[in-house]
């Protein structure tokens, strides 16, 4: 299945881009997801421990479970004001 | 409709009416306009039962950690922002009475000395005013997703 992502923030300058696809086994999860990702753009894996993840507009943890055609957006820790 | 059921009706409506609170009167903006204070304090729609006004004020420092800046460039995820937004004025309606509560967040780029954050809330005292915006600035700082990059000022060149 495909599944959109969008990144955010300086996370665009990490991985040179504001979106991309990617293709994951149907289950796959959104720790399933960033490990793919870190291994395309790994200066996304000091990041790891503080990315946000929301699909959609609705933040979710690891373990969430990716539908196909989700948009997915990774993204620092947010500091509006 | 005998005259006793009336009555009961009467007292289920009020019982209602206590219960259910009164919706907030709600105005969220996000955008690369500058906030127009005089505009926005003339906008105001209070009600005589509104004993407090709440006006917050977040304007660009000059400088940050690593020394002199000259701005700020703001970035949203606009979408998820008003979403977000929304259930933060969701939870201060179940919290505090309040009456009303306007946002007005800039994005883009805002130079130091000029606000990026103008928040109101009016409430009957000056208690729940107080809480209610402590406490969605706190949580918008933690939930939604807005963006700093500062424009440090460039050295000399020697």
Redesign the interface.
Known sequence: MDVRI?F???FKDLTGCAETTESLAPGATIADLITRLQERFPRLIPMERST?V?V????QPRDYVLVPGEEV?L??P???? | MSWSRVKRFRCFLQFRAAETPIPVKRHLVINAEPIDERSLQQGRDASTTAGAVLVFL?VVRDSEERGPIQGID????L???E??FSMLFDEIERRWPIESIRLT?RVGYVRAGEP??WLEILAPHRGEAFAAGQWL?DE??????????PRVVQAPLP
Not at chain 1, 56 to 59: H, L, S
């Open positions: 969008a955010y923030s300086y946000l929301a959609g507009v609705e933040y957006s993204f620092p947010v500091q509006g004001g | 977040g703001y970035e949203a995820f979408r998820m922002a979403h977000q967040h990026s954050l600035i918008m700082k933690r939930v939604v997703p807005i963006w700093k990059k």
